[in-house]
């Protein structure tokens, strides 16, 4: 027996990385076989006992309990996540200053995401070299306030590239973000290759090769691991119970039970609403509630 990461999961065949570093392909056994079709899915990420058979071929004989799950909500209340990713430490999420300008609701729905499923969360704003800095200040200012860390970048400049290769050094960190952001130019810029590794992936997903949500973990020469989750951009399939989604306001959370109607305001219409009064005296920013205003509505339409 030896222990091995799951680098990606695909139609029944699983690529593994034994902790020796060789890479190879594996197969289930009868067992998990099982147990894939009940729905406890073997995904990129997860770690597992394997068996190295006199003819090599490999069996993956057993799955170790998750640290992280990052999951997409399955719709409806009886059916379970999809997991994208297990044992993920952070969600990495790219934007750039300028070209292509960034947006705020996509970063919220973004964060709502990582949120859900517990990971740390690293913004970074990328191309700084393209605007002033008052901008960047100006655009990242609510998370800061938040609580959220933030890293400024610049590939061009060589701006904060150190910063972000001792942050995913050593760990196990999902990058996502839109495309045209510079996050090949950034992976590239940490590890020689690694851009164009996760770009060959996205490209894959893109042209349909993979029908469904599938993530690849790429290892990292300085240890860890980078992994690129094309479906996750693909946000409008996720969803979101109404009720827990004022959990994943960082910013929220002091407020929270305190509005007049307690733990069942909504924080949208009711009278005495605690976030409310925040964003009205400025404490809570108005382009954040907004982002919770709009996903509450979506979530609350899809779940009927
Ligand atoms: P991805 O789609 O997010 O992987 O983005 P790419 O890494 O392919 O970059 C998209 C474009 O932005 C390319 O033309 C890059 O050269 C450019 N780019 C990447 N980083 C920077 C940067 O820091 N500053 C500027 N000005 N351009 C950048
Ligand atoms: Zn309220």
């Given at each position: 027996?030896?222990?091995?990461?799951?680098?990606?999961?695909?139609?029944?065949?699983?690529?593994?990385?034994?902790?020796?570093?060789?890479?190879?392909?594996?197969?289930?056994?009868?067992?998990?076989?099982?147990?894939?079709?009940?729905?406890?899915?073997?995904?990129?990420?997860?770690?597992?006992?394997?068996?190295?058979?006199?003819?090599?071929?490999?069996?993956?004989?057993?799955?170790?309990?998750?640290?992280?799950?990052?999951?997409?909500?399955?719709?409806?209340?009886?059916?379970?996540?999809?997991?994208?990713?297990?044992?993920?430490?952070?969600?990495?999420?790219?934007?750039?200053?300028?070209?292509?300008?960034?947006?705020?609701?996509?970063?919220d729905?973004?964060?709502?995401?990582?949120?859900?499923?517990?990971?740390?969360?690293?913004?970074?704003?990328?191309?700084?070299?393209?605007?002033?800095?008052?901008?960047?200040?100006?655009?990242?200012?609510p998370?800061?306030a938040a609580?959220?860390?933030?890293?400024?970048?610049?590939?061009?400049?060589?701006?904060?590239?150190?910063?972000?290769?001792?942050?995913?050094?050593?760990?196990?960190?999902?990058?996502?973000?839109?495309?045209?952001?510079?996050?090949?130019?950034?992976?590239?810029?940490?590890?020689?290759?690694?851009?164009?590794?996760?770009?060959?992936?996205?490209?894959?997903?893109?042209?349909?090769?993979?029908?469904?949500?599938?993530?690849?973990?790429?290892?990292?020469?300085?240890?860890?691991?980078?992994?690129?989750?094309?479906?996750?951009?693909?946000?409008?399939?996720?969803?979101?119970?109404p009720a827990?989604l004022e959990h994943y306001f960082p910013e929220f959370t002091d407020l929270l039970g305190t509005c007049r109607f307690k733990r069942s305001c909504t924080h949208i219409h009711e009278p005495d609403c605690a976030i409310r009064n925040a964003v009205d005296d400025g404490s809570i920013d108005r382009a954040r509630y907004e982002s919770y205003v709009t996903l509450y509505e979506?979530a609350a339409?899809?779940?009927?």
């Amino acid at each position: 027996m030896a222990s091995a990461t799951v680098l990606s999961a695909s139609g029944g065949v699983y690529d593994v990385r034994l902790d020796d570093g060789t890479v190879a392909e594996a197969s289930l056994r009868g067992r998990l076989k099982l147990e894939q079709r009940t729905g406890d899915r073997v995904v990129a990420g997860d770690r597992v006992e394997v068996e190295i058979h006199p003819d090599s071929s490999i069996a993956i004989e057993s799955v170790a309990p998750r640290t992280s799950e990052l999951a997409r909500r399955a719709p409806g209340h009886g059916r379970r996540a999809r997991v994208i990713v297990a044992n993920a430490q952070r969600v990495i999420i790219v934007f750039a200053a300028r070209d292509p300008e960034p947006k705020r609701r996509l970063l919220d729905r973004f964060l709502v995401l990582a949120e859900a499923s517990g990971l740390d969360v690293l913004i970074v704003m990328n191309k700084i070299d393209l605007v002033d800095e008052s901008t960047v200040d100006e655009f990242l200012a609510p998370y800061v306030a938040a609580g959220y860390a933030t890293l400024r970048a610049s590939v061009r400049a060589n701006t904060g590239i150190d910063e972000l290769r001792d942050i995913v050094c050593g760990s196990h960190s999902v990058v996502t973000g839109p495309s045209g952001v510079g996050k090949s130019s950034l992976l590239n810029a940490i590890q020689p290759g690694l851009g164009l590794r996760i770009g060959e992936v996205s490209e894959a997903v893109h042209k349909g090769r993979h029908t469904t949500v599938t993530a690849r973990l790429i290892p990292l020469d300085c240890g860890g691991y980078i992994a690129d989750t094309p479906g996750l951009r693909e946000l409008g399939l996720w969803r979101v119970d109404p009720a827990e989604l004022e959990h994943y306001f960082p910013e929220f959370t002091d407020l929270l039970g305190t509005c007049r109607f307690k733990r069942s305001c909504t924080h949208i219409h009711e009278p005495d609403c605690a976030i409310r009064n925040a964003v009205d005296d400025g404490s809570i920013d108005r382009a954040r509630y907004e982002s919770y205003v709009t996903l509450y509505e979506e979530a609350a339409e899809q779940k009927v």
